[in-house]
T-cell receptor
């Protein structure tokens, strides 16, 4: 069935360092890959997304890359700050497009040490 | 624009009871999806409603059901509650053109 694997489950970095979170999806027909940030006790919030016709997307300190052949996508955060500490979830949207069904990874708890 | 509103935010039930949760999506959004979030299973898709019709369904038992009204507000119901149903239930409002999902704060259900 549809599955998204996310690694690592926890990640601790020093402020200013980079952080990378990796995900692999199973359904090759998936075409939309969002990333959500969830702070403790808060709702998941969309931070960046990428579609299957694009290989890379950047937004200030965050970037996402997609390798369709390998069914692999990654989140890159540069110059990390303490406020980046949160749980990050990757997700894949199986077809049909633009529906409310997402398959989520298990999440990565990122800790940025001052 | 107002965000996604879920009620109630917290509730406690006992095994065997049933519960109804409510979600009001962002104005203009016709898609409402429901997710269950637990520490062990993460975020799991329950179902999606679009224009009052169930468009997608996850792998949950029939005790979990939902509906959507003509104003796009949605409710989900869980009958014959089990201890394992304790979770944060998140509602997501979907932007039709892009597929982006906007989550509510969730309803935290505790089953005793």
């Amino acid at each position: 069935g549809e599955n998204v694997e996310q690694h690592p489950s926890t990640l601790s970095v020093q402020e200013g360092d980079s952080a990378v979170i990796k995900c692999t999806y199973s359904d090759s027909a998936s075409n939309y890959f969002p990333w959500y940030k969830q702070e403790l006790g808060k709702r998941p919030q969309l931070i960046i997304d990428i579609r299957s016709n694009v290989g890379e997307k950047k937004d200030q300190r965050i970037a996402v890359t997609l390798n369709k052949t390998a069914k692999h996508f990654s989140l890159h955060i540069t110059e990390t700050q303490p406020e980046d500490s949160a749980v990050y979830f990757c997700a894949a949207s199986p077809p049909p497009s633009n529906t409310g069904k997402l398959i989520f990874g298990q999440g990565t708890t990122l800790q940025v040490k001052p | 624009k107002a965000g996604v509103t879920q009620t109630p935010r917290y509730l406690i039930k006992t095994r065997g009871q049933q519960v109804t949760l409510s979600c009001s999506p962002i104005s203009g959004h016709r898609s409402v999806s429901w997710y269950q979030q637990t520490p062990g299973q993460g975020l799991q898709f329950l179902f999606e409603y679009f224009s009052e019709t169930q468009r997608n369904k996850g792998n949950f038992p029939g005790r979990f059901s939902g509906r959507q009204f003509s104003n796009s507000r949605s409710e989900m119901n869980v009958s014959t509650l089990e201890l394992g149903d304790s979770a944060l239930y998140l509602c997501a409002s979907g932007e039709q053109n892009t597929g982006e999902l906007f989550f509510g704060e969730g309803s935290r259900l505790t089953v005793l």
